[in-house]
């Protein structure tokens, strides 16, 4: 009889971690505050999405470290006529407090629309907030 209550509580406690940890709720609030900021082109809260110790990772460019090398980084290609993104998830990996998110993206660059893919790892602060964590994207067409 013991032995049933321990392995029921165990499953218990086991089935109510799961459903924690495969919920993507957090990470989607945090890809419509990224979507959001970007569209309004407001580059310090954009910087917010992003933990403080974040990795940029874009082509051509040298990987960037933490907020405010990422900042500086979209602001740059904000004043370049970088204005509008859409982002669709293709999958959300749960993994804990950490996530994959594969989308893919449109963006508009001045008169121009462009297509790509993205991998951004997410991973859930100590004040619950997701943040992304590591940042990496390519276009489907050169510019």
């Not at 392995?7 to 990224?34: K, W, Y």
């Not at 859409?86 to 990996?93: A, L």
Request: charged fraction near 20%; include cysteine.
């Amino acid at each position: 009889m013991f032995n049933k209550i321990i392995l029921s509580s165990a499953f218990l406690a086991l089935s109510g971690c799961a459903s924690i940890e495969m919920s993507d709720a957090g990470v989607r609030q945090g890809m419509s505050a990224f979507q959001e900021a970007f569209n309004r082109q407001d580059s310090p809260s954009l910087a917010m999405v992003y933990a403080e110790d974040a990795r940029l990772m874009p082509s051509n460019v040298p990987m960037l470290a933490g907020r405010a090398g990422i900042q500086s980084f979209w602001q740059a290609r904000f004043n370049q006529g970088l204005s509008h993104i859409e982002k669709t998830p293709i999958e959300i990996q749960m993994l804990g407090l950490t996530a994959i998110e594969m989308s893919r993206y449109v963006v508009t660059v001045g008169e121009r629309k462009v297509q790509g893919k993205d991998i951004l790892v997410w991973r859930q602060g100590t004040d619950g907030k997701w943040r992304i964590v590591a940042d990496i994207w390519n276009n489907d067409h050169p510019l």
